[in-house]
């Protein structure tokens, strides 16, 4: 039996997920130590659901996850106005030192992915396309590289980059917040200053109804802004996901409008649409998955992923946590890079969330991350993906 779903329906859906994930968080005690993402918990619900009727062959579930994308680009535009120059010159130097961080990361994702690849004794591209490309690049760099790679004499490119990208964004929500928590707790509680759990009153979540107008209309404005020089950049010739072009036009008006007090950027309704945003999205994307298509990837490909989060999960505890500073932001970091460095930025930004919400804000760490992982990391991985591309042809 076929079950279809519109757009419209699917995103209903979604939203079920995301109440049914917060039941389920708050019943259950390990979800809550570990910090997993509530949209990941109904997502994977649903994907659960899917592949029992696969298996037993009663029902499948066609969805449409059109609107995907737009909460998508609306998440990131909000991601971009955070990027206040002020905020910028103020983390510098924690910025640069965590993109240095991440390119070395990349690095080794993909040195590991091709070294693997000797080990089976198969193509190296495939090794590559289960790399940096995949983990870090995520979906959207997937797309980009598919057809190099087809080119370069990877037949299906397309599936084993997706495949893989699909693998991390699930593991990188569900290593991301324990390991947040595991390195927030290791130092002694006396220390008063590793957090602090800031007051959930309703007086400080107190929503303007004029600011939400202008907020929506920055996020739109943004949007379509983004998306014309998303176009120029590709025309010129970079290979970036949809979501830098976004990202760089709420930026630049974030900067342009601080002082306009007529559309001057509301921060707290623009922040609260995008985390909107970001669950709606992240349901949507997790009910994509389905378990049975990892199960047809070759034994070599899901050792690659395996080691890839292996490493992803030590070099964020030994590495990047002790180079960032030892403490809650460093943690928050920390398990931020697990989401964006197996898969995507928005399951960072859960994995902080998640920790936010049982710890405290880690504003510095959000912005470390929005900005590395969702801007300058694409850059050098791109030239870093077809170097290697280069050097194994």
């Given at each position: 039996?076929?079950?279809?779903?519109?757009?419209?329906?699917?995103?209903?859906?979604?939203?079920?997920?995301?109440?049914?994930?917060?039941?389920?968080?708050?019943?259950?005690?390990?979800?809550?130590?570990?910090?997993?993402?509530?949209?990941?918990?109904?997502?994977?619900?649903?994907?659960?659901?899917?592949?029992?009727?696969?298996?037993?062959?009663?029902?499948?579930?066609?969805?449409?996850?059109?609107?995907?994308?737009?909460?998508?680009?609306?998440?990131?535009?909000?991601?971009?106005?955070?990027?206040?120059?002020?905020?910028?010159?103020?983390?510098?130097?924690?910025?640069?030192?965590?993109?240095?961080?991440?390119?070395?990361?990349?690095?080794?994702?993909?040195?590991?992915?091709?070294?693997?690849?000797?080990?089976?004794?198969?193509?190296?591209?495939?090794?590559?396309?289960?790399?940096?490309?995949?983990?870090?690049?995520?979906?959207?760099?997937?797309?980009?590289?598919?057809?190099?790679?087809?080119?370069?004499?990877?037949?299906?490119?397309?599936?084993?980059?997706?495949?893989?990208?699909?693998?991390?964004?699930?593991?990188?929500?569900?290593?991301?917040?324990?390991?947040?928590?595991?390195?927030?707790?290791?130092?002694?509680?006396?220390?008063?200053?590793?957090?602090?759990?800031?007051?959930?009153?309703?007086?400080?979540?107190?929503?303007?109804?004029?600011?939400?107008?202008?907020?929506?209309?920055?996020?739109?404005?943004?949007?379509?802004?983004?998306?014309?020089?998303?176009?120029?950049?590709?025309?010129?010739?970079?290979?970036?996901?949809?979501?830098?072009?976004?990202?760089?036009?709420?930026?630049?008006?974030?900067?342009?409008?601080?002082?306009?007090?007529?559309?001057?950027?509301?921060?707290?309704?623009?922040?609260?649409?995008?985390?909107?945003?970001?669950?709606?999205?992240?349901?949507?994307?997790t009910m994509e998955i389905k378990p049975w298509q990892l199960l047809n990837i070759a034994l070599p490909l899901l050792f690659i992923l395996l080691s890839q989060t292996i490493l992803m999960a030590i070099y964020a505890s030994f590495i990047v946590y002790p180079i960032m500073g030892s403490n809650y932001e460093a943690a928050a970091i920390a398990s931020g890079h697990c989401g964006f460095g197996l898969g995507v930025v928005a399951t960072s930004m859960a994995n902080i969330n998640?920790?936010?919400?049982?710890?405290?804000?880690?504003?510095?760490?959000?912005?470390?991350?929005?900005?590395?992982?969702?801007?300058?990391?694409?850059?050098?991985?791109?030239?870093?993906?077809?170097?290697?591309?280069?050097?194994?042809?």
């Amino acid at each position: 039996m076929l079950i279809e779903l519109n757009s419209y329906v699917t995103c209903g859906v979604a939203v079920i997920l995301i109440m049914f994930g917060n039941l389920i968080y708050n019943k259950i005690a390990f979800l809550q130590k570990f910090c997993i993402p509530i949209p990941i918990i109904g997502g994977l619900i649903f994907s659960l659901f899917l592949s029992m009727g696969y298996v037993l062959q009663i029902y499948e579930i066609k969805i449409d996850t059109y609107f995907s994308d737009i909460f998508m680009l609306v998440f990131y535009a909000g991601i971009g106005y955070n990027a206040r120059i002020k905020t910028l010159i103020e983390g510098g130097k924690q910025i640069l030192i965590f993109l240095i961080l991440s390119i070395v990361l990349v690095f080794l994702q993909n040195l590991i992915g091709i070294k693997i690849a000797d080990l089976f004794h198969i193509n190296r591209i495939i090794g590559l396309a289960c790399s940096s490309v995949a983990m870090t690049g995520g979906h959207g760099t997937s797309a980009a590289f598919s057809k190099i790679f087809e080119s370069a004499g990877l037949l299906d490119a397309i599936s084993v980059t997706f495949a893989a990208s699909t693998f991390g964004l699930i593991l990188g929500g569900l290593i991301g917040g324990p390991i947040g928590c595991y390195l927030t707790e290791k130092k002694p509680k006396s220390n008063k200053d590793i957090y602090i759990k800031t007051s959930t009153g309703e007086d400080n979540n107190i929503i303007d109804d004029r600011n939400i107008k202008v907020a929506t209309f920055h996020l739109l404005l943004a949007v379509g802004i983004g998306n014309i020089l998303s176009s120029i950049l590709e025309d010129i010739g970079f290979i970036f996901p949809a979501s830098v072009g976004t990202m760089i036009a709420s930026a630049l008006l974030t900067n342009t409008l601080e002082k306009e007090s007529f559309f001057k950027p509301p921060r707290k309704e623009i922040q609260a649409l995008s985390k909107i945003s970001l669950m709606l999205f992240l349901s949507l994307t997790t009910m994509e998955i389905k378990p049975w298509q990892l199960l047809n990837i070759a034994l070599p490909l899901l050792f690659i992923l395996l080691s890839q989060t292996i490493l992803m999960a030590i070099y964020a505890s030994f590495i990047v946590y002790p180079i960032m500073g030892s403490n809650y932001e460093a943690a928050a970091i920390a398990s931020g890079h697990c989401g964006f460095g197996l898969g995507v930025v928005a399951t960072s930004m859960a994995n902080i969330n998640s920790l936010e919400k049982k710890y405290g804000n880690c504003e510095n760490a959000i912005i470390t991350i929005s900005l590395v992982g969702s801007l300058f990391i694409n850059f050098f991985n791109s030239i870093i993906i077809t170097l290697f591309l280069n050097y194994i042809k």
